[in-house]
């Protein structure tokens, strides 16, 4: 409830979009809370907070846990940020209790997991796995025109850390479903077992300007009309295909936005998912042709850029039967569950075992002010993290 004070929205939720004045203000006391509890902190070069708690060997690799910080422009209170501070909640648990691990515990806040004031989403955990240069995330340009890496050296959290540095014995990573199952099934905790594949297409189209009043209907290239015809035409595509295809278009920008303007041009992403590769990439590709075939027949230019490719992820079997047992032995109910939202377990999961925990929020309501959670669950969540990451870590010394 503290965290959701920063960059505080009127119904409830947050904003704190990625190296933004309130994602700095979000991260600053999350650093404070940690080195309250005793961690040390290290920043990688895209900014990627590591708040240690070291272990009996140092020369271990350590067991990870985190998230997110960042929020969607309209966030809630909980998506990343549950993962994080329940990474904190254990740390604060295992010095209440007086436990060492042998093992280093690390608490990571991956940089711009959502991807909204800068792009593509998971920048920084896709840095930590090498999916993604560093060069490229530094070049990224804000939608306040500024670099990212302008950003890290304004808010202080531009480190040296190089990806690949650090190695995980895995990581874990808490986090709110996002959707109704969990709810519906009546089940404290869902066992995350796999994470469906994400796209995005950048889409530009583009037309011509021209007058409202005096072009006649016949003699426009109306860049907006094509796009709305090309939402139109992708979405019967996504609902015809089955049950488990999903679009989004959830960002369009029309140029020149003047009232009295025939829009000349329109950019707008295609978030694209299914679990099965070859689903998406037929999906992929349907999508492509439709949106081609409009605007030959509309007149208007057409440019599809591929923005991020995240195929499907099966997370590390080993962990993931930790987690269930961890949840059984706790006398919680769960399931194991897909994931339809992205994640930074999903990058990790590519250099480290990685696994994670579902627990229900309120209505599957997220990416919404409304977003919320039961204490109960939260803390069924955080207690089910603690003992898969303290089976990892090794306990030395009984409280
Ligand atoms: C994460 O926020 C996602 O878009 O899946
Ligand atoms: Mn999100
Ligand atoms: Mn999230």
Known sequence: ?????????????????????????????????????????????????????????????????????????????????????????VVR????????????????????????????PLAGSSAFAGVTGVELVHAAVTLDGTTVRQDLETTGYLGSERPGDRKFDCFVEAHIEQGPILEAEKKSIGVVTRVQGLRWLRVTVTGMDGHAGTTPMNRRRDALLAAAEMVLAINRIA???????????GRFIVEPNGGATIPGRVVFICDLRHPNTAALESLDQRMQAAMRGIAETGGVGIEIERLMDKPPVTFDAELVDAIR????????????????????????????????????????????????AEPEHLAAGAQTLLQTLLERAGRSKLP
């Open 239 to 249: 609902r015809e295909t089955d049950e488990w295809a999903r679009l989004t278009n």
């Open 325 to 372: 047992r961890s949840a059984q032995q706790l006398g919680y109910s769960c399931i194991d569950m897909l994931s339809g939202a992205g994640h930074d377990a999903m990058n990790v999961a590519r250099v480290a075992p990685a696994g994670m925990i579902f627990v229900p929020c309120k209505d599957g309501l997220s990416h919404n002010e409304a977003e919320s």
């Open 93 to 120: 648990a295992l010095n209440d209790a007086g436990v060492e691990t042998e093992a280093p515990i690390d608490v990571v806040v991956w940089t711009n997991e959502e991807g909204v004031r800068f792009g593509p």
């Open 1 to 89: 409830m503290d965290m959701g004070q920063v960059g505080a929205l009127p119904h409830g939720g947050c904003c704190r979009t990625a190296l933004s004045a309130e994602d700095k203000a979000g991260r600053d006391l999350f650093v404070r809370w940690c080195r309250d509890a005793g961690c040390e902190i290290a920043f990688d070069v895209v900014g990627n907070i590591f708040a240690r708690r070291p272990g009996r060997d140092p020369a271990r690799a350590s067991v990870a846990t985190g998230s997110h910080l960042d929020t969607q422009p309209h966030g809630g209170k909980f998506d990343g940020i549950y993962g994080v501070l329940a990474g904190l909640e």
